[in-house]
């Protein structure tokens, strides 16, 4: 099993980045996949999830409006579309997968099976 997250760069504020998240040995479309991220000196935080079924998903109050999950069974690929950066998303970003028949908050680490290398994302003002 294989999360492979890319895209990550440097960036202005108010920039737009698309983060990737390619899957292997897993199917996207029966698990939920997850975005958190881990600021340096900071604890990793929940960013984003969509549900297994791809009809649901859910936001970090700080990233809600300006962050987009979403996916592409075709390519097994799960996508995080950020919009209006700002200096406080710099962070590595990491993506999660788990499978469809566990129900939980999705908000924490553990309640993930499998976790992707991470991608920089530098916002600088």
């Known amino acids: 099993v294989q999360l492979q997250a890319s895209g990550g760069g440097l960036v202005q504020v108010g920039d737009s980045l698309r983060l990737s998240c390619a899957a292997s040995g897993v199917t996207v479309s029966s698990h939920a996949v997850g975005w958190f991220r881990q600021a340096p000196g900071k604890e990793r935080e929940f960013v984003a999830v969509?549900?297994?079924?791809?009809?649901?998903?859910y936001y970090a109050d700080s990233v809600k409006g300006r962050f987009t999950i979403s996916r592409d069974n075709a390519k097994n690929t799960v996508y995080l579309q950020m919009h209006s950066l700002k200096p406080e998303d710099t962070a590595v970003y990491y993506c999660?997968?788990?499978?469809?028949?566990?129900?939980?908050?999705?908000?924490?680490?553990?309640?993930?099976?499998?976790w992707g290398q991470g991608t920089q994302v530098t916002v600088s003002s």
């Open positions: 999660a997968a788990t499978p469809e028949y566990y129900s939980g908050t999705y908000e924490y680490g553990y309640e993930y099976n499998y």
């Open positions: 969509l549900s297994w079924s791809g009809t649901s998903s």
